[in-house]
């Protein structure tokens, strides 16, 4: 059976939003899905405690909310709900470890919101081993339009971007839309600058004709297995967040890559997902690749 879809709820408008996209998501792609909530039981420092029973109450009538949301538009969907006895990193780092996706909810144009509050929502994204995809919701509403391309950004050579590029594909023929594959590109610095990276750039008749060969060939393979999905090539000059950025308006989904790497301080998102996650209107799928 396919992995589920798994979306995380705490009752705010924006997590609503995103269990709506997730819903979406699983009856285009034919999967079930699962919807979740971490709740530990903690006293509350406040005048008034509030006691377990209490509190575990609150947390379930969250998620039946949820629950309920999803199987009004979406009668047929297999949904499975659950409140996750953790925290809200390790619950949803655990679940997206046996999903093909997890879905969030954001807020505005800010910093991650939603299930997850600042830092908290970067941390998941830096380190899920599945793709994590962030709704962007203004008012409880998802800000996808009914038509438009799935934007995906491509870099370096085709087996960096196997993973970002089969999501893209994947993603339009589901929703039976185009794939816009973007590539940026910037003139070499004089630190960057070799012989042989100009050669191969002199025997392609110039820069962006080989930025443009190299979006080609890793497209390749993608092209044959969806032969269906039509594609746009996008190479412009320009930093790649600033690039993704000025298509992302016409766009149902924006799929970014996030390379996987450990770091003595830390994991990473990178500049790209950073940007994209933090200022694209449309949701944003940030899938991780060695």
Do not use: N
Request: include cysteine.
């Amino acid at each position: 059976m396919s992995r589920a879809i798994t979306v995380g709820v705490d009752g705010s408008a924006e997590s609503l939003a995103a269990a709506d996209w997730a819903a979406r998501e699983a009856a285009l792609r034919g999967v079930p899905l699962r919807v979740v909530h971490a709740w530990l039981w903690q006293p509350l420092d406040v005048p008034l405690v509030q006691d377990r029973q209490t509190q575990a109450d609150s947390a379930d009538a969250v998620l039946r909310e949820a629950e309920r949301r999803v199987a009004g538009h979406h009668p047929d969907l297999p949904v499975t709900a659950e409140v996750v006895p953790d925290t809200a990193v390790a619950a949803l780092l655990s679940e997206a470890e046996r999903s093909s996706m997890l879905v969030l909810g954001s807020r505005g144009h800010g910093a991650l919101a939603g299930f997850l509050l600042g830092s908290y929502g970067q941390q998941v994204i830096a380190e899920a081993d599945r793709p994590v995809v962030s709704v962007r919701a203004r008012a409880g509403q998802v800000r996808e339009p009914a038509s438009g391309e799935v934007v995906v950004g491509q870099q370096g050579a085709p087996q960096d971007s196997d993973a970002v590029l089969g999501f893209a594909f994947e993603a339009a023929a589901a929703r039976g839309a185009a794939v816009r594959a973007v590539r940026a590109w910037s003139l070499p610095t004089v630190f960057t600058y070799s012989p042989g990276s100009m050669r191969l750039a002199d025997e392609a008749g110039g820069l962006e004709p080989y930025e443009r060969k190299a979006l080609g060939q890793a497209l390749a393979p993608w092209r044959d297995r969806f032969p269906d999905v039509p594609v746009v090539e996008h190479v412009e000059i320009g930093s790649a967040g600033q690039v993704l950025l000025s298509v992302a308006p016409r766009a149902q989904l924006l799929v970014v890559g996030r390379r996987v790497r450990r770091s003595p301080v830390g994991t990473r998102i990178g500049s790209v997902a950073h940007a994209a996650l933090h200022h694209a209107p449309c949701p944003v799928a940030v899938v991780p690749h060695d």
